[in-house]
């Protein structure tokens, strides 16, 4: 009689379907498969997806090809905390440190060439955020991501921290520079 | 010792009330409406902070708030108030007595203790981690034992639930098959059942982490298994929402469901798929491989989508079958149109679908898809989603079933008139804006969890577009909005409850256990009804309904392509 009451039917799952439920089911079946498709094909065809590049690593080995591509690609310091800015080359393995509450080094990349960028935490969890082109990532401690770039544009971007990491989580924010 | 077999019967509705099951379900419910209460007044906070115009609270404080305002909200408040359904749609439904009653307050009790213990290592000020507490940042230890104590509570009212579902049987108190809205409380139990059991699995370790007895909690293994955890306990408010929108269609319009076998299975869907979805947190996460991202993310190619596309349908379709049978059946929304728009529950019950499945349902979907999470994960897009689905999905439906409650349960006259209605609409309206707002802002960047979103004073600013400020503007118009329609609620029933007016049954009185057992009520009399025949058009029982789902389906394939076209303009990346 009603949904709160056992069903009249004792044999209800012989009784036949409306046409409207049918269709109905028809057609979000339909849809549900395109969207599932939809993923595997921009894997093919698409141009934004993550890598399924991901390495184990500690802290310490990480913060060390940090330093050793920050020494050898440093073209300047910014900020009071005199943080380095890199200017790696083209297709080059670039290491993007997250700790609280900062981000180093910052890059400065030329439009339209790719970078394997590195991301990790170096303790907490932490969200890479790219502004404004909206790009969101999310950054481990321990695991090494690799992400293959490539900026289609000049201009002065910001990573902001958008996984929650504390008190200071805010303040986590930096300059990321695209040049000609 | 005797078994108290005390029932009552509502004079009203004819529903069959057990005496300690209606004792559990009146305590539960008003145990989650104080976690209501406590929840809303940390959202005054976390709102007025959020909304940068006012930005109320210092940084520690807004932290704080919020984690307080997660657990409260999407544990405390739904869980306690799911469990008052769960004995209503096992001891009430199927006219049974409760089984152990002494056990179900047990349950009751460490779940009273648990939420205490929790807010406790909140309020402590070293606990503000977020509902999602992602090792390795820490929390007091007591944050994890309330939730496990909290926990523990739910799963024996689980258990006690099933157990009521054998009395039931045994005792032949109904006839065939359970009702559907019990099979949806099923659904819901047994999910919790696996939730439970997940969050068991990661807060354990995470507990004795916390303790020093656990050296190491790998922060991917942590978010893995949580969101099992996290986000099923979320499937567990679907599958009770949907369970209530079946309910307030039978007690609003007598409606029948168009098909007990479509509508079962879908809820069979859920159990089987639904669990799979908490892998769409993680798409933005290394470590995973795309193959498990995808098969996961999509629920096993979206069959629990299907599932809720289906009672999207089936719930309105039925109302649109009973309202025709009454006659209005005229045109393709003479049954729309002449519906109940004064009746709070029927209100509340109509706004919730609608806003579930265009707000929640299908930003979602898109939160869910692999490549376009990228543009969304972790921004304010996140929680204006769950906020749609959440609060106008679950809460909104089960605001609809409190007023319902209120004479049949507590036997009190809903208080200030029209006013319950009037709340449905306020809440209903504002949490939709809310919620669009919030996604509108996210889509532009605007990050979640985050106290300053104008980075003042900091040497590395970063300046949102115009437009993302006046969308977080708009978002706290609108919060406040939904905040008054909040206060309007907790008004209501609390007044209601407590010095509402009382509604006299005659026949009724107590029986005490010690005057013997009173047989168990009789089973209902299976009545023959006839499906809609001879109503609707097109050869379909429920066209309306029909043409609105073809509405629902067109914004949800723009919408979807929409964020694709966003996608492919954003940095290349492989």
């Given at each position: 009689m009603s949904a709160i009451l056992p069903p009249a039917e004792r044999v209800w799952w012989k009784e036949p379907l409306d046409r409207v439920e049918l269709l109905w089911i028809v057609i979000a079946l339909v849809w549900c498969l395109i969207m599932f498709f939809m993923m595997p094909y921009w894997h093919v065809y698409g141009q934004q997806n993550l890598a399924n590049e991901a390495y184990k690593t500690s802290p310490e080995a990480f913060a060390k090809k940090a330093d050793e591509v920050i020494a050898k690609y440093k073209v300047r310091e910014e900020g009071p905390q005199k943080i380095p800015v890199v200017k790696p080359p083209a297709g080059s393995d670039v290491y993007l440190v997250a700790r609280l509450w900062s981000w180093q080094p910052i890059l400065e990349l030329e439009a339209g060439k790719s970078y394997r960028i590195h991301l990790m935490s170096m303790d907490w969890l932490h969200g890479f955020s790219l502004q404004p082109e909206n790009i969101n990532i999310e950054v481990h401690p321990g695991y090494d991501h690799v992400l293959t770039v490539t900026p289609t544009a000049p201009g002065k971007f910001s990573i902001i921290c958008n996984e929650y990491c504390g008190i200071?989580?805010?303040?986590m924010i930096s300059p990321l520079y695209v040049v000609k | 010792m005797a078994v108290n077999r005390n029932f009552r019967t509502?004079?009203?509705?004819g529903l069959v009330f057990h005496e300690p099951a209606e004792k559990l379900m009146r305590w539960n419910a008003v145990v989650a409406v104080v976690a209501l209460l406590v929840g809303g007044v940390l959202a005054i906070g976390v709102l007025l902070t959020r909304w940068q115009a006012v930005h109320l609270l210092q940084a520690d404080l807004f932290y704080q708030f919020l984690t307080a305002h997660g657990l409260n909200m999407l544990v405390f408040w739904i869980i306690f108030f799911e469990m008052a359904i769960l004995y209503f749609a096992s001891s009430t439904l199927l006219r049974c007595r409760l089984a152990t009653p002494a056990l179900a307050w047990a349950g009751f009790w460490l779940m009273v203790v648990g939420a205490l213990l929790n807010n406790y290592a909140v309020l402590r000020g070293?606990?503000?981690?977020?509902?999602?507490?992602?090792?390795?940042m820490g929390a007091h230890p007591t944050f994890y034992a309330g939730l496990i104590l909290f926990a523990v509570g739910a799963l024996i009212a689980c258990f006690v639930f099933f157990g009521t579902l054998v009395v039931a049987k045994a005792e032949r108190t109904y006839h065939g098959s359970v009702p559907l809205v019990t099979f949806g409380a099923i659904t819901a139990a047994i999910i919790a059942v696996f939730t439970i059991a997940t969050g068991a699995i990661i807060l354990i370790p995470t507990l004795l982490w916390s303790l020093g007895l656990i050296e190491h909690i790998d922060s991917l293994m942590y978010r893995t298994i949580w969101w099992g955890f996290g986000h099923s306990s979320q499937q567990i408010n679907v599958a009770a929402h949907v369970s209530v929108w079946y309910a307030g269609a039978a007690v609003v319009f007598g409606a029948k469901p168009m098909s007990e076998k479509v509508s079962r299975t879908a809820f069979l869907l859920y159990i089987f798929f639904?669990?799979?979805?908490?892998?769409h947190h993680l798409l933005?996460?290394?470590?995973?491989t795309s193959n498990w991202k995808i098969f996961n993310t999509s629920y096993a190619m979206y069959l629990a989508v299907l599932a809720s596309m289906v009672h999207g349908l089936t719930v309105p379709g039925s109302i649109e079958v009973a309202q025709r049978l009454k006659?209005?059946?005229?045109?393709?929304f003479e049954w729309l149109r002449r519906a109940?728009?004064?009746?709070a529950p029927f209100v509340a019950v109509f706004i919730s679908i609608v806003g579930f499945g265009f707000l929640g349902g299908i930003s979602g979907v898109m939160m869910g898809t692999e490549q376009l999470n990228l543009i969304?994960?972790?921004?304010l897009y996140v929680p204006g989603h769950f906020h749609a689905t959440?609060?106008?999905?679950?809460t909104l439906a089960f605001m609809g079933l409190t007023y319902f409650l209120i004479?049949?349960?507590?036997?009190r006259k809903v208080a200030f008139g029209n006013m319950a209605t009037w709340q449905a609409y306020i809440f209903g309206i504002s949490m939709s804006g809310f919620s669009v707002f919030m996604m509108g802002a996210g889509t532009l960047g605007a990050p979640r969890r985050?106290?300053?979103?104008?980075?003042?004073?900091?040497?590395f600013g970063y300046e949102f577009p115009a437009t993302a400020w006046l969308m977080i503007a708009l978002m706290g118009i609108f919060g406040v909005g939904a905040l008054v329609g909040g206060a309007m609620y907790l008004a209501i029933t609390v007044y209601s409850v407590f010095l509402g007016e009382k509604i006299q049954t005659p026949d009724f009185a107590t029986v005490s256990a010690k005057r013997g057992m009173a047989p168990a009520p009789q089973p209902v009399a299976v009545g023959a009804t006839g499906h809609g025949?001879?109503?609707?058009?097109w050869g379909m029982v429920a066209p309306g309904t029909f043409v609105l789902a073809l509405v629902f389906l067109t914004s949800f394939v723009l919408y979807y392509f929409v964020n694709w076209k966003y996608l492919s303009t954003v940095w290349p990346l492989k």
């Open positions: 200071n989580h805010h303040t | 509502c004079p009203t509705t070293d606990s503000s981690v977020m509902f999602t507490s992602y090792a390795p639904l669990q799979l979805a908490s892998a933005a996460d290394p470590g995973l006659g209005y059946n005229n045109g393709l109940p728009w004064g009746n969304i994960h972790n921004t959440v609060v106008i999905g679950t004479p049949v349960l507590f036997r985050h106290w300053d979103i104008s980075f003042a004073g900091n040497p025949a001879g109503v609707g058009a």
